[in-house]
Every structure is written in C-alpha cells, then in structure tokens.
C-alpha cells in the first residue's frame, strides 16, 4: 500500500502532550510518510515535545505564535532545515478561564484580544510565513469546534474566536488558492484533552454524544488525524475553504 503523505514535509503546531490532537495528527502524518516539523511553546513543553518527536524522527523548533519575531525565525529554521514545505497543521488556542467560565456578555476587551491573537490571528501569520516555502502548492489547516457556529455553554469568547477562525480560513483559501495553496478546517467533536479538561462542563458533552451523535458516540483523536491526513494529501486536491466536520455526525442535528 503506497502512504498518502510519502516524502511530504509538514509542519504541525500544538503538541503539547501525548494526548494533544496535534501529537495525534503527526502520528498519522508520520504513517504516512511525511517528514514532521513540531513546534513546542516555551520551556516547560520542550522536553516533553522533544521526547514526543523522537518517536516521529521529528525536527523541532519553539515558536510563540503570538510573536512575529518567532514565527519570522520559524520560517528561517524552516528554509534551512526542509527547504520547501507541502503542509500545515495549526493546532492552537488559547482563552483565558475566567473568560470561558464567565458568560460571554462579561467578557473583558484583553480577554477577547487575546484569545483571537492566539486562536485565529496566528492563522494568518503562520499562512503569511508558510506561503512562501510551500513552492508546489501545499495544504494549510486548523482545528475549529462546533462552538463557532452554535452557542455552546462554557465555550463563550472561545466560539467568538473560532467564528473568526473559520472566516480567516475563507478569506485565506481566497488568497492563497491562486498559488495552489489550499486551507481549510476541522471541525472535531469534544475529545478529553489537556485544554478540554481545564474547562467547565465539558465531562457533560461526552456524556451527551453517545445519546444523540447520528454514530452514538464520540470521536477520538485518531479518526480527528485521518481527516487531516485526507486534507494534507492529494485525495483533497479539490477542496479549499471548508470546514469538515468529524464529529460523529452531532452538528446536524436540530432538537
Ligand atoms: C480551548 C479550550 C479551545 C478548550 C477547547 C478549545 N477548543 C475545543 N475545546 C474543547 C471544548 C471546550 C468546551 C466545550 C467543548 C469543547 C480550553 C483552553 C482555551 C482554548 O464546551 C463545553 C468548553
């Protein structure tokens, strides 16, 4: 059987731990053959992104999406290190707790900035960075939640931002498509992991799936990272700004 992503580099941002959909997705990426690129945040995560990455014959590199500096320095470290990039995966959000505890109509304006800049600003930054390195075409895509489109309790300035995202995933496929860059989203059904955990209420949504997803269950994070290994390979040649759902089919219902 020949593998969908075979001598493809891809980079993937937003491995934190083993159970992070990032480390999920490069799993698969690396299943399939392409060369990986992990980025790590800070010090803290570097030794356990580094031990992660062995495992995947993996480079890795730090990069704090909020600064331009790194991700300037990320796309030097690139050039050098692969020279031509074919994929993206952003895997990264962040929102404050009292910001997704609180209800939205409280949301304070550094709450608000900060989960977009670190949510659906770095999007584009990291596009504006990749583009250039992706010389045959490539794929870029992110990770989005039902949240942006559906008022969903506790997620509050979270769905604001990836209503944002979602746009930028639009507007990016419009400007990129040209250079035979594609981007696009996966939308993924709530799945236990570090991030999910730190938030109020989420233990309920797990119970919720089994009863009323169209597949009465939930998602995991390896059938999340075949959908991303669909979008990086040339399977999606044809697909540009959507967002697809992996979801167990639990965004088409109504009630
Ligand atoms: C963040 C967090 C982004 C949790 C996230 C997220 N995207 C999806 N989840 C999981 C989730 C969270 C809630 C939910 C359903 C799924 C936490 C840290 C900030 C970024 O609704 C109950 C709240």
Redesign the pocket.
């Given at each position: 059987m020949s593998r969908l992503l075979e001598g493809k580099n891809a980079l993937v941002l937003g491995v934190a731990n083993k159970w992070s959909l990032a480390y999920a997705i490069a799993e698969a990426f690396h299943r399939e053959g392409a060369r990986l690129f992990l980025t790590y945040q800070g010090e803290r995560q570097k030794a356990t992104v580094e031990e992660l990455a062995a495992a995947l014959q993996a480079r890795i590199f730090g990069c704090d999406v909020t600064s331009d500096e790194d991700i300037a320095r990320l796309g030097a470290e690139l050039n050098a290190a692969a020279g031509c990039l074919d994929a993206v995966v952003h895997s990264i959000?962040?929102?404050n707790?009292e910001d997704?505890a609180r209800p939205f109509v409280e949301t304070s304006r550094a709450g608000f900035l900060l989960?977009h800049d670190v949510?659906a600003y770095s999007l584009v930054a990291l596009a504006r960075m990749a583009a250039p390195l992706m010389r045959s075409g490539g794929s870029i895509t992110t990770?989005?939640?039902?949240?942006s489109i559906r008022v969903?309790?506790?997620?509050?300035v979270?769905g604001v931002a990836?209503a944002s995202l979602e746009a930028a995933v639009r507007y990016l496929a419009a400007d990129l498509g040209p250079r035979g860059i594609r981007v696009n989203a996966i939308s993924?059904g709530?799945?236990k992991?570090a991030?999910?955990r730190?938030?109020?209420?989420?233990s309920?949504?797990l119970e919720v799936m089994p009863q009323r997803a169209p597949l009465r269950r939930n998602v995991d994070p390896a059938e999340v990272a075949d959908v991303a290994v669909f979008l990086a390979s040339e399977l999606s040649r044809g697909v540009t700004g959507n967002v697809v759902f992996a979801d167990a089919g639990f965004h088409i219902l109504g009630l």
């Amino acid at each position: 059987m020949s593998r969908l992503l075979e001598g493809k580099n891809a980079l993937v941002l937003g491995v934190a731990n083993k159970w992070s959909l990032a480390y999920a997705i490069a799993e698969a990426f690396h299943r399939e053959g392409a060369r990986l690129f992990l980025t790590y945040q800070g010090e803290r995560q570097k030794a356990t992104v580094e031990e992660l990455a062995a495992a995947l014959q993996a480079r890795i590199f730090g990069c704090d999406v909020t600064s331009d500096e790194d991700i300037a320095r990320l796309g030097a470290e690139l050039n050098a290190a692969a020279g031509c990039l074919d994929a993206v995966v952003h895997s990264i959000a962040f929102a404050n707790r009292e910001d997704l505890a609180r209800p939205f109509v409280e949301t304070s304006r550094a709450g608000f900035l900060l989960a977009h800049d670190v949510s659906a600003y770095s999007l584009v930054a990291l596009a504006r960075m990749a583009a250039p390195l992706m010389r045959s075409g490539g794929s870029i895509t992110t990770l989005t939640y039902l949240g942006s489109i559906r008022v969903v309790s506790n997620y509050n300035v979270m769905g604001v931002a990836k209503a944002s995202l979602e746009a930028a995933v639009r507007y990016l496929a419009a400007d990129l498509g040209p250079r035979g860059i594609r981007v696009n989203a996966i939308s993924a059904g709530p799945i236990k992991t570090a991030s999910a955990r730190a938030v109020p209420g989420f233990s309920t949504m797990l119970e919720v799936m089994p009863q009323r997803a169209p597949l009465r269950r939930n998602v995991d994070p390896a059938e999340v990272a075949d959908v991303a290994v669909f979008l990086a390979s040339e399977l999606s040649r044809g697909v540009t700004g959507n967002v697809v759902f992996a979801d167990a089919g639990f965004h088409i219902l109504g009630l």
